[in-house]
């Protein structure tokens, strides 16, 4: 084998390493491209059930205000009740 052919060799040789090189970039570029859509889309549905959450709160939000009011009354009416209930015990005891 001369110098010549064996130039000839190599340079076919380094056209299709370079064509399997070009090959196998695309792919992990076309695969890269895949997972950039699905985390696209995820994102997309991430805001979508945040907003939906965020208008949740704002919606409930005044309603926590009005139920904890409602909560220190019930409170405030029950220890009134435990107390006349105790005092009417123990004047029940003595008497």
Known sequence: MNIANLCALLTVL???????????MYRISDKQNNLLAQLKEQGRRIERLSKMEHDLIKEVH????????????????????IEVTLTAAKEAERG
């Open 14 to 24: 380094g056209t299709l390493c370079w064509g399997i090189c070009f090959w196998w």
């Open 62 to 81: 005044p309603k926590v205000g009005e139920i904890k009011e409602g909560m220190d009354e019930m409170i405030a009416v029950v220890k009134e009740n």
